[in-house]
T-cell receptor, first 112, second 109 residues
Framework: ETGVTQSPTHLIKTRGQQVTLRCSSQSGHNTVSWYQQALGQGPQFIFQYYREEENGRGNFPPRFSGLQFPNYSSELNVNALELDDSALYLC???????????FGPGTRLTVT | EDKVVQSPLSLVVHEGDTVTLNCSYE??????LLWYKQEKKAPTFLFMLTSSGIEKKSGRLSSILDKKELFSILNITATQTGDSAVYLCAVARGDKIIFGKGTRLHILP
């Protein structure tokens, strides 16, 4: 157990819809990162938040957006869902930008 | 473009064997290299390496980083069936973390 939780566990959405995924970091962890992992691939970095500000972003379009809240929770929002957005979405938290990350169990998103 | 390449992509060995997993990288503004084990969903942290030549060890697992040649290895000795998993290598730079595709390791009893 890493102390990082995600909700929901599974989600099915229709193409064009919007989705919000949630992550609760370990207490005291100021950094949260979000990843997309397609089947058989390594996690792809979406973005990272540090103290509620976006600190870095991977090669994902603007319809992927996020928020980090003062209570160590965060959200990943995806608008205008596409079939290729179907994947496991992982969040990971760390004490700061230089510490090891601890992953949550992930949310499996299926877009039909 | 930044990249992290792991080899082999898959490996099947017998229980008790020793395995070496490879990770090479080309990443600007390197900060650290990380190894994770992924069994079902959440990757679990194994090692973080920042300095060349210093071996990190945890039980039967060990890892070392070569910042001159831009690679790292993960060794697992006396493998057990519980070591079957995908092993992920990742490189952290200032503003992002880049993962390799992973090595799928299967240990036969």
């Amino acid at each position: 157990e890493t102390g990082v939780t995600q909700s929901p566990t599974h989600l099915i959405k229709t193409r064009g819809q919007q989705v919000t995924l949630r992550c609760s970091s370990q207490s005291g962890h100021n950094t949260v990162s979000w990843y997309q992992q397609a089947l058989g691939q390594g996690p792809q970095f979406i973005f990272q938040y540090y103290r509620e500000e976006e600190n870095g972003r991977g090669n994902f379009p603007p319809r992927f957006s996020g928020l980090q809240f003062p209570n160590y929770s965060s959200e990943l929002n995806v608008n205008a869902l596409e079939l290729d957005d179907s994947a496991l979405y992982l969040c990971a938290s760390s004490e700061d930008l230089f510490s090891e990350q601890y992953f949550g169990p992930g949310t499996r998103l299926t877009v039909t | 473009e930044d990249k992290v390449v792991q080899s082999p992509l898959s490996l099947v060995v017998h229980e008790g064997d020793t395995v070496t997993l490879n990770c090479s990288y080309e990443v600007t503004n390197f900060r650290s290299l990380l190894w994770y084990k992924q069994e079902k969903k959440a990757p679990t942290f194994l090692f973080m390496l920042t300095s060349s030549g210093i071996e990190k060890k945890s039980g039967r697992l060990s890892s070392i980083l070569d910042k001159k040649e831009l690679f790292s290895i993960l060794n697992i000795t006396a493998t057990q069936t519980g070591d079957s998993a995908v092993y992920l290598c990742a490189v952290a730079r200032g503003d992002k973390i880049i993962f390799g595709k992973g090595t799928r390791l299967h240990i036969l009893p």
